[in-house]
């Protein structure tokens, strides 16, 4: 007798209606002016970060030297971060910070930026490596490798003295020790 009191007294749940809020954007865009959807889109651009990179993205914005080695150090930081609290968990990762990173190097070798990319690159591998170290499985080290070997093979083509130096510095600024190690011992080898 008891559980058909219970049963009488659980009420399901209420079924919800799928309610879609594209469309009413969508109609509520449709509505404004060019000029409206403008300021619109540049005060969400302001406001978040997210969205000011995919709009870069999908508008092929060419960006200048400056604001290119800004956003570089900014998506390095973003890559970079994690929760110190963390330590040996396999913490969040943006993992499209890293990918702006790689895209920001090639992009200031390819405008004859080198030495600014070298030295985004040695804050990568500081910040990057101190991130694989506090990790539970380093899984972000790939990643780092593969932002740093464009500047590598670029400055394995300038070559010189300044190569075997910097090659040195980005060894000491590998807190695990294996980041690109055999393709700086290579660079060091051949200056």
């Known amino acids: 007798?008891?559980?058909?009191?219970?049963?009488k007294l659980t009420k399901k749940p209420r079924k919800r209606k799928k309610v879609d809020r594209f469309?009413?954007?969508e109609a509520a865009l449709r509505k404004r002016t060019k000029a409206e959807l403008v300021e619109t889109i540049m005060v969400l651009a302001k406001q978040h970060t997210n969205v000011a990179r995919e709009l870069e993205n999908e508008?092929?914005?060419?960006?200048?030297?400056?604001l290119?080695?800004?956003?570089?150090?900014?998506?390095?930081?973003?890559?970079?971060?994690?929760?110190?609290r963390m330590l040996n968990h396999n913490f969040d990762v943006d993992w499209q910070a890293y990918?702006?990173?790689?895209?920001?190097?090639?992009?200031?070798?390819?405008?004859?930026?080198?030495?600014?990319?070298?030295?985004?690159?040695?804050?990568?591998?500081?910040?990057?490596?101190?991130?694989?170290?506090?990790?539970?499985?380093?899984?972000m080290s790939?990643?780092?490798?593969?932002?740093?070997?464009?500047?590598?093979?670029a400055v394995k083509k300038a070559g010189g003295k300044e190569a075997d130096a910097w090659a040195f510095e980005m060894?000491?600024?590998?807190r695990v020790g294996f980041i690109c190690d055999?393709?700086?011992?290579?660079?060091?080898?051949?200056?």
């Open 1 to 7: 007798m008891v559980t058909k009191k219970v049963k």
């Open 171 to 174: 060894q000491l600024a590998d």
């Open 23 to 25: 469309p009413l954007i």
């Open 142 to 153: 790939d990643d780092i490798s593969e932002c740093l070997r464009p500047v590598i093979q």
């Open 59 to 66: 508008l092929n914005i060419e960006k200048p030297a400056d």
């Open 99 to 139: 990918e702006d990173v790689k895209k920001g190097l090639k992009q200031l070798i390819d405008l004859g930026h080198l030495e600014h990319a070298k030295s985004l690159a040695i804050t990568l591998m500081k910040d990057g490596s101190y991130q694989v170290e506090c990790s539970d499985e380093g899984l």
């Open 68 to 84: 290119l080695i800004e956003d570089v150090g900014l998506a390095i930081a973003n890559a970079t971060d994690f929760d110190e």
């Open 182 to 191: 055999q393709e700086l011992a290579a660079l060091r080898s051949k200056s």
